[in-house]
């Protein structure tokens, strides 16, 4: 048997065959990899998506609010607004930047300590992203919203680690 291993081997059959197989293994294993990877940017995006949908809800409601001058209610969307485990800022900044209303008593009446941390950001442990509060066609100034990294990362990390272990078996598997 071991004999007929060397003849396969060293014959043009054996070398073409070689051949082929490593080069689809590699090939496979680039699509594996291509594949998670375009995954996880799937799920950045995802996350961002959720990011900007959460900003424009609370644009809303606090634009409907301050439009009423419900000040009471303002400050109770932002309160119940820090019940969501990925939110860990709210502040409604006028049109110069002064926080009118925060989550943080510390900074009310000043200028906005926070910076936002951009598109594609994922350093440090919050996100912030300040949204435009236009609502019925007047601009009332801003909400800024700060969210926690460390969920973020959570989903991200168990999503990629899932899509990871499923491509890993149907590479085993092939």
């Not at 019940?83 to 110069?96: A, W, Y």
């Not at 992203?129 to 969920?151: D, I, M, R, W």
Request: proline share 2%; with cysteine.
């Amino acid at each position: 048997m071991n004999a007929q291993f060397s003849r396969l081997f060293h014959s043009y059959k054996g070398k073409w065959l070689i051949a082929i197989f490593s080069i689809c293994f590699m090939l496979l294993f680039l699509l594996i990899i291509d594949r998670v990877v375009i995954t996880r940017q799937f799920l950045y995006q995802r996350e961002m998506q959720d990011v900007n949908h959460v900003g424009t809800f609370l644009v809303n409601f606090i634009g409907d609010n301050l439009l009423q001058h419900d000040t009471d209610d303002v400050r109770r969307i932002i309160k119940n607004s820090l019940e969501q485990p990925d939110i860990s800022l709210v502040s409604v900044l006028d049109t110069n930047k002064i926080v009118r209303f925060s989550s943080r008593e510390g900074i009310l009446g000043k200028p906005n300590p926070f910076i936002d941390s951009g598109i594609d950001a994922l350093n440090g442990n919050q996100y912030y992203k300040t949204f435009p509060l236009n609502y019925e066609n007047h601009y009332l100034g801003f909400v800024q919203v700060g969210f926690s990294l460390a969920k973020i990362r959570q989903n991200l990390s168990a999503s990629f680690y899932r899509v990871l272990i499923i491509e890993s078996l149907l590479f085993c598997a092939i």
